[in-house]
Nanobody, 125 residues
Framework: QVQLVESGGGLVQAGDSLRLSCAGSGRPFSGYAMGWFRQAPGKEREFVAAISWSGGQPYYADSVKGRSTISRNNAKNTVYLQMNDLKPEDTAVYYC??????????????????WGQGTQVTVSS
């Protein structure tokens, strides 16, 4: 059974930093892009960041570009999202995702093969 398990969410203040982690298990993730989506209350799930198996050419949503860095450790089947200068509008449930193919395959919901259960990030002003 394939699982993506997120960790690292929590309650922080505006301007703080967080690092989210997502560990994959249940199958090899060779060739899979991994990344993050988020869903705020009353809003649709949206793309945040993605990275290819090789680690090259990461993709970021405009809303987090310049404040976030995605990385991965293939030996551990783990992807990370470092978020800095957090804002109240970053408050959402963050979901880990995996899709077979390049990083661009993960820039929309339709490309996702596997989802994690989500981790809550709350940013207070």
């Amino acid at each position: 059974q394939v699982q993506l398990v997120e960790s690292g969410g929590g309650l922080v203040q505006a301007g703080d930093s967080l690092r989210l982690s997502c560990a994959g298990s249940g199958r090899p993730f060779s060739g899979y892009a991994m990344g993050w989506f988020r869903q705020a209350p009353g809003k649709e799930r949206e793309f945040v960041a993605a990275i290819s198996w090789s680690g090259g050419q990461p993709y970021y949503a405009d809303s987090v570009k310049g404040r976030s860095t995605i990385s991965r450790n293939n030996a551990k089947n783990t992807v990370y999202l470092q978020m800095n200068d957090l804002k109240p509008e970053d408050t959402a449930v963050y979901y880990c995702a995996a899709a077979y193919g390049p990083g661009s395959a993960l820039t929309s919901n339709s490309g996702v093969n596997y989802w994690g259960q989500g981790t809550q990030v709350t940013v207070s002003s």
